[in-house]
């Protein structure tokens, strides 16, 4: 087993989606890109990554689509990116539109 043996309980799907980051409820926003995405969590791809465990809130926007969730830094790297775990979704309408999102990656990937 490689040392990249992924310990990942969802299947990540590539992915090139605008995300505004958010910290807290009320914080500054920037934007992002989300590089892969699952159920769990993703990557973002930012010069400017947050530290480790700071509460996030995203608004990604993908064909016309919004979805707002809620999560944690769980992994940063300066000048390149951060991932994300993914821990409530602002409202069941932004849950639809998530699932309905990977729903779409997936059927993609087996494309």
């Known amino acids: 087993m490689s040392e990249f043996t992924e310990k990942r309980r969802h299947v990540r799907y590539t992915c090139d989606i605008g995300v505004e980051i958010r910290t807290g409820d009320t914080g500054a926003g920037y934007w992002g890109t989300l590089a892969d ?3 769990g969590g993703g990557y973002i791809n930012t010069f400017s990554p947050l530290p480790l465990g700071t509460p996030v809130v ?3 926007k993908t064909n016309g689509d919004e979805v707002n969730a809620k999560g944690k830094v769980v992994s940063s790297h300066p000048g390149v990116g951060m991932g994300i775990e993914f821990q409530e979704f602002v409202t069941q309408h932004d849950e639809a539109q998530f699932n309905h999102l990977i729903g779409s990656l997936a ?4 494309a």
Request: proline content about 0%; aromatic content about 0%.
């Open 107 to 110: 059927r993609s990937a087996t």
């Open 37 to 39: 995405i699952c159920s």
């Open 58 to 60: 995203l608004l990604i």
